[in-house]
């Protein structure tokens, strides 16, 4: 059986902090966490991996991600997944909702359909743990760079069958609220056990607010391509930020938004509303050039990405450098910021039973990080599916 003890610098798990703490995993789980003079074990029977100068926290959970390493979610292939997963993994990411881009009927089913067969299946690295589809019933005014013949007024016929394609995988999403027909489909997609988050989308306060009253729970990368906040019409904007209750994602790369925008969220949100994402794309991990998004043709410099245009094409960003930048920017110490990147996510999409801590009977997915915050090794399911040896 698989079985191992890691001795940490310090352990955030992240409800509690233990210096010096010890994890002990028994295949795919964690047996226990503690300090060392509560948490007994014999190396004979765990085998000690040495951490004692390493921060451990869960693993992050990405809502929101696209591609990496030079492919795309949307290929849906193993090969495909499994280097992104693999680029996932480096940067401390154990779980992810697999995220679509808005496409024609054709190759968004295609896409679901492969990737509802390899989550049954099993994949290598990072983890999928559901799909995200960011559109097609978003808001021709703020589409921002999906393509506009494939966007759809909201459809429950369209939907019910992509959920089926999908083998019920699809966890979260993206819709602009204004659009008619949005509030049915809302309640639908809630009835089926799909999360609604809010993007793409020019709905005014009110609207937004029906929207949350009607069961949406998320917004979509908060700032990016939403009506601008303004103080006599606080818009859809405004809605995300007074509300209590709905999940923030948010982009930290230092392009999407100025860092005291970020500053503004988290006055607003707090540290527990916030989803660290990344939007990455196939560029991520990659030289500056030419890469795909969906159906678009992106052009990457100096890792920022951009269609023909001049619009925003999603981020080259990963989550070690998102929580970093956010400590960064906010003051935040690591044991709250930590929060946005783990047990957040698995709240915000309901995997908290058993991911994003560090408990007993949780999935053994945890992350080493130095003191700088380069991560030291990541591992899934009590497996280490990442360590750098530099
Ligand atoms: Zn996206």
Redesign the pocket.
């Known amino acids: 059986m698989n079985r191992f003890a890691i001795l940490a610098k310090k352990i955030v798990t992240p409800e509690t902090i233990i210096p010096q703490g010890v994890v002990l995993v028994e295949d795919k789980r964690i047996l226990e966490a503690g300090p060392p003079d509560r948490v007994r074990f014999e190396e004979r029977e765990f085998p000690i991996l040495h951490a004692e100068r390493q921060t451990l926290v869960p693993g992050f959970i990405d809502v929101?991600i696209?591609g990496g390493g030079g492919r795309d979610i949307m290929e849906g292939t193993r090969e495909a997944i499994e280097v992104i997963s693999g680029i996932l993994a480096k940067h401390g990411t154990t779980a992810y909702l697999a995220?679509t881009?808005t496409a024609s009927p054709i190759a968004t089913i295609q896409a679901v359909e492969r990737l509802g067969k390899l989550m049954e299946e099993g994949t290598e690295g990072a983890q999928i743990v559901g799909l995200h589809l960011?559109g097609p019933f978003i808001s021709e005014k703020k589409r921002g760079v999906h393509p506009p013949e494939h966007i759809r007024k909201p459809s429950t016929r369209i939907f019910d069958e992509l959920l089926k394609m999908s083998n019920h995988q699809v966890k979260l999403i993206t819709l602009a609220p204004e659009i008619e027909g949005s509030l049915e489909f809302i309640e639908n997609a809630r009835s089926k056990g799909v999360l609604v988050s809010m993007g793409h989308s020019n709905a005014t306060f009110e609207e937004a607010m029906r929207a949350i009253n009607a069961g949406v729970s998320h917004a979509?990368?908060t700032f990016n391509a939403m009506r601008d906040f303004n103080h006599r019409e606080p818009g859809i904007l405004g809605a995300v930020l007074a509300d209590q209750g709905v999940w923030a994602e948010i982009i930290a790369d230092g392009v999407h938004v100025d860092p005291v925008a970020v500053n503004i969220l988290l006055k607003c949100k707090g540290v527990k509303k916030i989803l660290l994402i990344t939007?990455a794309i196939s560029a991520t991990e990659m030289p500056d050039g030419q890469y795909q998004l969906g159906s678009l043709t992106v052009q990457v410099t100096k890792g920022v990405c951009r269609v023909p245009e001049g619009q925003l094409a999603?981020s080259t960003l990963t989550q070690d450098r998102a929580l970093q930048n956010m400590m960064r920017w906010t003051g935040l110490p690591l044991e709250e910021a930590v929060y946005m990147a783990t047990q957040n996510p698995a709240q915000a999409v309901g995997i908290d039973k058993h991911k994003g801590s560090v408990q007993p009977g949780y999935d053994a997915d945890l992350v080493l990080l130095e003191d700088d915050l380069r991560v030291h090794a990541t591992l899934r399911e009590g497996q280490i599916i990442y360590q750098n040896t530099k």
């Open positions: 929101h696209h995220t881009v960011e979509t990368h939007d999603g």
